[in-house]
């Protein structure tokens, strides 16, 4: 069983800092890309990056890119979001996700191809 496991999050400042983690078990990390997605109150889940599964392929949604940075360390199953220059269009709840294909060629900001998804970690900026 595929479980993901975010932490990180907090309250900050605008023009602040964080980084957000996410622990993965249950499946052959490194042969999947991995996702981060961000949901505010009222509103749509949106995609924001995604890493491949070797980590040499990054793809960023158009609102967060210079800003956030995102990075995986397979030895420990993990996948970050560095997050810099915070707004407080930024606040939301955050989720990592998985991609549901292996060794998928093109990065994918699509919600339905992650197939298993964290439980969330709150992310609120202040103004």
């Known amino acids: 069983q595929v479980q993901l496991v975010e932490s990180g999050g907090g309250l900050v400042q605008a023009g602040g800092s964080l980084r957000l983690s996410c622990a993965a078990s249950?499946?052959?990390?490194?042969?999947?890309?991995m996702g981060w997605f961000r949901q505010a109150p009222g509103k749509e889940r949106d995609f924001v990056a995604a890493?491949?599964?070797?980590?040499?392929?990054?793809y960023y949604a158009d609102s967060v890119r210079g800003r956030f940075t995102i990075s995986r360390d397979n030895a420990k199953n993990t996948v970050y979001l560095q997050m810099s220059s915070l707004k407080p269009e930024d606040t939301a709840v955050y989720y990592c996700?998985?991609?549901?294909?292996?060794?998928?060629?093109?990065?994918?900001?699509?919600?339905?191809?992650?197939?298993?998804w964290g439980q969330g970690t709150q992310v609120t900026v202040s103004s």
């Open positions: 249950g499946r052959t990390f490194t042969s999947y890309a």
């Open positions: 996700a998985t991609d549901r294909r292996p060794s998928r060629w093109a990065l994918t900001s699509s919600r339905t191809e992650y197939d298993f």
């Open positions: 890493v491949s599964g070797s980590g040499g392929s990054t």
